[in-house]
């Protein structure tokens, strides 16, 4: 069999001995996977399936002893490290050809202390995990709006969902993280011990070592909810969108809203003429007391008479599900974003005019209502600078047949280069395409706060270990 070899830090191949890959063997309770083993296939897909990248060894960590053990080989080989929560990377920057994966999908385990309202979260979580054994104490944290993405990446670059208006990102609600940095150590980060790495895990991804566990602060939030999802045809969205406008600026802040340019679904309460058309869903959810939700979410169900209106109370964690079944592993999708500062005729043209003419009826513009809690921490609080935009729009490309790929993922581009002009910069590093012009990526979400960044890493990761999803390497 030919020698293992593995991208080093240089981005060359390093070949590793076969006596080390077996020490290697030896000190993991978990499984190193390499090309040619039955598994290898299996667990080097991820969500997107565009992605098809051949790593060198994934190694299956079971615990923190696996991580050290795995990141003091890393190091002693000088080897790149991708690490891998939930893989659903939009690029799968978990992986890399030839690469050392660290995959954290066993270490799953969520310990609530109901008292404190706080929990300790493994780096290889879900949402799903998190809010299944937050929700049994009446309590959430606040993530992600799809159960199966992986609470690790998400969080290290901000993490939006329902409750950022109320509570602001993932990040403002981390009281601790376990990492192993680069000494092979596990290290406890928080406001009193390691400040500094605190800081720039709060946004600054995965540059500084494998996150072994999450600690977050959580909330009474259920155990029901009410969404609102109003249905309205596209060709009223010049109507529909002002009036969102205001009644987002009004709301409180327990009303979240993503006004969704998509397609209208294939339910029985969507007459059948509408199957399958470009509609505007003012999809929404109101986590405040539940007898108040009803009235909360009234006006985005008039602006006019909508197509069809799926609104309703629910449990809180099938609200976290809603959007899971439009979501399948294993599909294609190439996803962007642009922070935006208003949301006005011009704007709402563009949005109306891209959604008419996707390639793909699965794709979709996102118009995420941000502000309150998310813009009440400063911008240097945390790496992320962007905290004033009132508005964030997703573009989402997604389709079935691998041959679409071209067209779907020029109609993304098409649609952010279109939406650049109504924005002052900066885009959301958890839906950042394929990485492509990672200096406008790193400049545009950290601003200022880059050197800072490139200050932390030079002190806790020198030899660029950890590459991350975007590198930020380290200072001078
Ligand atoms: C269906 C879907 C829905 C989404 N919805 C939302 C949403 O509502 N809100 C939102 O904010 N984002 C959302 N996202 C984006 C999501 O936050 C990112 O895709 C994120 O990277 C997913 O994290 P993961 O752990 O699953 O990814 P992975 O692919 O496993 O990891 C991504 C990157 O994170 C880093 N990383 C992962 N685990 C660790 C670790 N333990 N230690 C150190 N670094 C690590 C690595 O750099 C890795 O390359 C969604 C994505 C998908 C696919």
Redesign the pocket.
Same mark, same amino acid.
Do not use: E, R, S
């Given at each position: 069999m030919d020698r293992l070899q593995l991208k080093n830090t240089e981005g060359g191949l390093t070949p590793i001995p076969p006596e080390a890959l077996l020490d290697l063997r030896n000190d993991l309770r978990g499984e190193v996977i390499t090309a040619g083993e039955a598994a290898y296939d299996a667990r080097r897909a991820?969500?997107n399936g565009l992605i098809d990248r051949k790593p060198g060894a994934l190694i299956r960590c079971t615990g923190v002893a696996d991580v050290m053990a795995a990141v003091r080989f890393a190091r002693r080989h000088h080897l790149a490290v991708?690490?891998?929560?939930?893989?659903?990377?939009?690029a799968? !920057?978990?992986l890399a050809d030839n690469g050392l994966t660290l995959d +954290?999908a066993p270490m799953r385990h969520v310990a609530v202390d109901p008292e404190r309202r706080t929990a300790w979260v493994q780096?290889g979580a879900t949402l799903g995990d998190l809010d299944h054994e937050t929700q049994a104490f009446g309590l959430a944290a606040p993530v992600?709006? @799809?159960s !199966?993405?992986? @609470?690790?990446? +998400?969080t +290290?670059?901000?993490?939006?969902?329902w409750l950022l208006r109320r509570h602001g990102l993932s990040v403002d609600n981390l009281l601790s993280v376990a990492i192993v940095t680069a000494d092979g150590r596990l290290a406890k980060a928080n406001h009193h011990r390691n400040a500094d790495l605190f800081w720039a895990l709060r946004g600054g991804?995965?540059n500084f070592? @494998?996150?072994?566990a999450f600690e977050f602060r959580l909330h009474p939030v259920g155990p029901r909810v009410w969404m609102a999802v109003p249905i309205y045809p596209l060709d009223r969205a010049a109507e529909v969108l002002p009036a969102f406008h205001e009644v987002m600026r009004a709301a409180p802040d327990d009303l979240m809203a993503i006004a969704v340019f998509w397609s209208a679904p294939e339910v029985p309460e969507v007459p059948a003429r509408y199957h399958g058309t470009p509609v505007v869903i003012l999809l929404a959810c109101y986590t405040g007391p539940f007898e108040k939700g009803e009235e909360h979410i009234a006006p985005l169900r008039r602006m006019g008479t909508p197509i069809a209106d799926l609104s309703g109370p629910r449990r809180w964690t099938d609200a976290q599900k809603f959007l899971d079944a439009d979501?399948p592993d294993g599909a294609f999708y190439y996803w962007k974003s642009v922070f935006l500062d208003r949301l006005d005729a011009e704007v709402v043209k563009v949005l109306a005019q891209h959604t008419a003419a996707r390639p793909s009826p699965l794709s979709s513009i996102d118009v995420w209502s941000l502000g309150r809690a998310m813009g009440r921490v400063g911008a240097g609080e945390t790496p992320l600078f962007r905290r004033d935009a009132p508005y964030m729009i997703g573009i989402e490309a997604n389709w079935q047949a691998r041959s679409a790929a071209e067209a779907n993922i020029a109609w993304a581009r098409a649609v952010f280069e279109d939406l650049r002009p109504f924005s002052r910069g900066g885009e959301y590093l958890?839906?950042p395409g394929f990485l492509e012009d990672q200096d406008r990526l790193l400049r545009g979400a950290y601003g200022p706060n880059l050197q800072r960044l490139r200050a932390v890493k030079a002190q806790y990761d020198p030899g660029n270990l950890f590459r991350?999803?975007l590198n930020i390497s380290p200072a001078d």
């Open positions: 991820v969500w991708f690490a891998k929560g939930g893989g659903h990377h939009v799968g !920057a978990c +954290l780096g992600g709006v @799809v !199966a993405t992986g @609470v690790a990446g +998400l +290290l670059h901000g993490g939006m969902g991804g995965g070592g @494998v996150a072994t979501y958890n839906f991350g999803a």
